[in-house]
């Protein structure tokens, strides 16, 4: 692939006309991405920072309500409830 190519790759950040998935499914596919990166952290120095960044995105989509479907906030409930227990036993 020609240099140019890769340059601007780098700069221009995936959107959801380039990928061909409406916005809220990207947003869902983020939090879940963030849980799993937690969950499945093994560095007990990085996993403060981990579990951190996936509870704030998953309450922040949390607060779309109305916006998303029973079934996700009834996952995003679930993964804020594994989140707890992983704190409590992993970090404490």
Do not use: F
């Amino acid at each position: 692939m020609p240099d140019s190519y890769e340059t601007n790759k780098q700069e221009t950040p995936v959107t959801s006309q380039d990928s061909g998935r409406p916005c809220e499914l990207q947003s869902e596919i983020h939090w879940r991405n963030l849980y799993l990166v937690a969950v499945l952290e093994t560095d007990a120095d990085k996993l403060v920072a981990r579990v951190n960044s996936a509870e704030a995105v998953i309450r922040a989509r949390s607060a779309l309500d109305g916006e998303i479907s029973s079934e996700e906030q009834t996952a995003l409930q679930k993964a804020l409830s594994a989140l707890s227990v992983l704190k409590r036993e992993r970090l404490t």
